[in-house]
């Protein structure tokens, strides 16, 4: 089995990162094999970078269908188990079901939009690969995902584009 | 709305994490002192459970008083959150950006403490959790969801739960900021709180559709809370002053007026305690203050509004409260300091610019507002119930007992409290959105003029 490594080229300017993923792209390195880690949110495709289509979207969709059904079953399914009837209002009052079915439904959309959010960011992922803390003070991380025979490839288009450094993990 | 100074990323860690890298010399004092008061509180608490509620003022026809009008109070301040956060994040608003974690900060802890006060005001609170929960099957016990008070724990809920999320998600890239900045079990911590953050175009990307999406998920939330609170008195038919189709966009405005103000509070205070001039600028009070102007006018219009549909039903024991709560002593003269607390006085001073960028005077008219606002839930709860109805013979008028004033001194410095442990710990002002909006003044050349890249503030 070929062992993958992540090499990581550090910068101290937005361009020379730029320049990094290019002559990545340009070696011929596979769309997704390789990154820009940023300490600040760039405008999108500040690096050139590749960003694959989310799907986090469906996620407050199917959270708040569960959070409907939940509701349902907790408003009728209380007041049909302890039939009283109260200020002579039905026993399955829709007016009050509508208020709990809605908190519970955005409740449910509220929940799986954070739990898409973590899933889609591809956390938890607490194995940070070749990583610099300098990153979050500004520098600009360009990270390759590649096997042992294109490593040495990607330290030198790395330096070529003026790594200040270059770390393997 | 150019007064910024220009940082690098390294500066902005270290201002902002000033709190939390260092202990600041007057935060331990101030947390302990602030801990007294709380465990004082708590003790009230353990006396009144051991006692019973008639320790407090409440007694009949007044059965709702300090408690249900602070838990209002509360709920109202938490609407500063996603007020600020959400709508302003929606719109782009380029100066909430050192204003939002505070803001969604204050909606967690005020709601936290707004809970307090129904557990409390029952007396048992343990019992609540029958009148809640459909769990008690043994005994065929069940929750009656045609009653509001039903209705209030799914809101306030689904609102405490939404907002903690919405504020861990927009935490995440900072927790990755201080991973990088600590050692030892600190470094632990953070590392697992951040979740192996790592600041790639999709985690970024998802950050900020997240910031989105979540913010247009909560405002619905947001408005159906206090709308919520209100019902638990505009559906009772039995209380003068209380009966009103108009109680829900009424409730919803002044918790934003009290909330936003709440807002201006706290923004006053971080900038003197940690010194963060170059973040929480002048500027930033004068938007602020512009926009109460327009909050604090709406909810004059809706106050007058709910008066005139009092009146005008030319209904006697309607006409009576009215009468009651605005020329009868002593509710006049707390309604004279309502009304200039929440408007007369903060309003037109608002309108100048030297007043809006004054920091200090904008902190003392937040607090005067909030006083205001305190007052309003109070007169719109207790004279309704005081009026004195024919053919009832038990009466008593209320008096707040040291107790419930004890109670409400223990809610500000739990809420205080809360908001300090926190700073110890996460950076009250968002590191990544303060680094964004550094990007956004870089220069841009249209044709002979540079200008920054955003001019919108």
């Known amino acids: 089995m070929v062992a993958t490594n992540s090499v990581l080229g550090l910068y101290d300017n937005p361009d020379a990162g730029a320049n990094a993923m290019d002559g990545l792209k340009s070696a011929g390195f596979p769309l997704g094999s390789f990154d820009v880690l940023t300490g600040t949110p760039y405008p999108e495709g500040a690096f050139g970078e590749y960003v694959p289509q989310h799907r986090l979207f469906r996620f407050p969709f199917f959270g708040a269908m569960v959070g409907l059904m939940l509701a349902i079953l907790f408003t009728a399914g209380t007041q049909l188990a302890y039939p009283v009837i109260t200020g002579g209002k039905p026993i399955l009052a829709f007016f009050a079901m509508l208020i709990i079915a809605y908190e519970l439904t955005m409740l449910g959309a509220v929940i799986a939009t954070v739990v898409g959010i973590i899933f889609e960011s591809r956390l938890p992922n607490l194995n940070l690969g070749a990583y610099d803390t300098r990153i979050t003070e500004g520098y600009i991380g360009v990270v390759v995902e590649c096997e042992d025979d294109r490593v040495e490839e990607a330290r030198g288009v790395l330096q070529t584009a003026g790594a200040l450094e270059i770390k393997t993990a | 709305m150019q007064q910024r100074r220009i940082l690098d990323e390294f500066t902005i860690n270290r201002e902002l994490l000033r709190g939390n890298l260092n202990t600041p010399k007057w935060w331990l004092p101030t947390v302990l002192g602030l801990l007294v008061v709380v465990l004082f509180g708590f003790t009230l608490m353990g006396i009144m459970f051991n006692k019973g509620v008639g320790v407090t003022g409440l007694n009949r026809p007044v059965y709702w008083g300090l408690f249900i009008t602070s838990f209002v109070f509360w709920v109202g301040i938490s609407h500063a959150g996603i007020m600020i956060s959400a709508i302003l994040r929606l719109t782009q608003a380029e100066w909430r950006r050192p204003v939002t974690r505070a803001a969604e900060l204050l909606t967690v802890f005020s709601l936290m403490t707004a809970l307090f006060f129904p557990l409390i005001h029952a007396g048992r609170p343990w019992r609540i959790f029958y009148w809640i929960t459909p769990f008690d099957f043994s005994r065929g016990i069940f929750p009656n969801p045609r009653s509001p008070l039903i209705w209030d724990p799914f809101a306030i809920g689904t609102y405490l739960t939404g907002s903690t999320l919405f504020l861990y998600v927009a935490l995440l890239p900072d927790l990755g900021v201080l991973r990088d900045r600590t050692t030892g079990w600190k470094h632990s911590f953070y590392t697992v709180a951040s979740l192996g953050w790592r600041g790639n175009p999709r985690q970024w990307r998802l950050q900020t559709v997240a910031g989105i999406l979540l913010s247009a998920l909560m405002l619905p939330i947001f408005v159906s809370v206090h709308s919520i609170v209100s019902w638990d008195f505009a559906v009772t038919p039995a209380v003068e002053g209380w009966h009103s189709t108009i109680f829900a966009p009424y409730f919803v405005i002044g918790a934003v007026h009290s909330g936003v ?170 590191l990544f959105e303060t680094k964004e909006s550094q990007l956004f003044t870089m220069d841009v050349k249209i044709g002979r003029a540079n200008m920054p890249a955003v001019i919108r503030e």
């Open chain 2, 261 to 430: 103000s709440a807002v201006v509070t706290m923004m006053a205070l971080m900038r003197w305690l940690w010194g963060w001039e170059n973040y929480i600028r002048p500027e930033h009070f004068d938007a602020l203050a512009r926009l109460l102007i327009v909050v604090a006018t709406g909810w004059l219009g809706f106050t007058f509004v709910e008066l005139i549909f009092g009146v005008y039903s030319l209904e006697a024991p309607e006409r009576a409260l009215r009468e009651m709560q605005m020329f009868t002593w002593p509710w006049n003269l707390l309604f004279l300091i309502f009304f200039l607390c929440a408007f007369a006085i903060p309003v037109p001073l608002w309108f100048f610019k030297r007043v809006r960028n004054n920091i200090a005077m904008m902190f003392w008219t937040s607090i005067l507002v909030n006083i205001g606002m305190w007052l309003e839930r109070f007169l719109i709860i207790v004279p309704g119930l005081a009026r004195k109805q024919p053919f009832v013979f038990t009466w008593d008028s209320y008096t707040v007992s040291y107790l419930e004033w004890g109670l409400l001194l223990w809610s500000f410095a739990w809420v205080l409290m809360l908001m300090l442990l926190f700073s110890k710990f996460f950076p009250l002002i968002p």
